[in-house]
């Protein structure tokens, strides 16, 4: 999905870094629904790849608008999420703040509008898994701690965030 969304834009440049993220992304989701957690030991190199990939992208192209707001977003939406999800709710960890590191260079190298998209599709995949996670536990029989238990987000992040890069 993601090669097909960055060919069919003409933006072949970017392909290795949407390539790079995805894997990434995998590794980080299968670990994140096995521990809950998200460790910095595959999380920091996979953002410091992406930044290189994506710079050696506005190398090729000279879109450095896009390397900049991919940066901007990246800030912006850790900031977002470590207010609203760490102090205000307490329903999110300070992995997924920095799962975020990853995921919004890549929406923010396409547009605004495609990083508000994949943040929002986050949030809405994220109810979903939250939905299924307490139907599912409530019918095993764990009524009360069924609703307070955690989930994994990170998934949620990277589907949201390639969802919008695909359709940018």
């Not at 440049?13 to 894997?23: E, N």
């Not at 890549?106 to 939905?131: D, E, H, K, Q």
């Not at 069924?146 to 987000?153: E, K």
Request: hydrophobic share 60%; aromatic share 8%.
């Amino acid at each position: 999905m993601t090669a097909w969304a960055a060919l069919s834009r003409d933006d072949s440049a970017v392909l290795p870094a949407a390539l790079w993220v995805t894997a990434a992304g995998l590794i980080l989701a299968v670990i994140d629904l096995d521990t809950l957690r998200l460790p910095d030991r595959v999380l920091g190199p996979a953002v410091l790849g992406e930044l290189a990939l994506l710079t050696g992208a506005t190398t090729m192209t000279g879109q450095w608008g896009a390397l900049g707001r991919g940066v901007l977003a990246a800030a912006a939406l850790m900031s977002i999420h470590y207010v609203f999800g760490i102090l205000i709710t307490a329903s999110s960890g300070l992995g997924d703040v920095k799962l975020l590191a990853l995921t919004a260079p890549l929406t923010g190298w396409v547009s605004w509008p495609a990083v508000w998209n994949g943040y929002m599709a986050a949030w809405v995949l994220g109810g979903l898994a939250a939905a299924v996670a307490l139907v599912r536990r409530s019918r095993a029989g764990e009524p009360g701690s069924a609703r307070h238990a955690p989930i994994a987000f990170g998934p949620s992040i990277l589907a949201g965030a390639l969802v919008a890069f695909a359709h940018g």
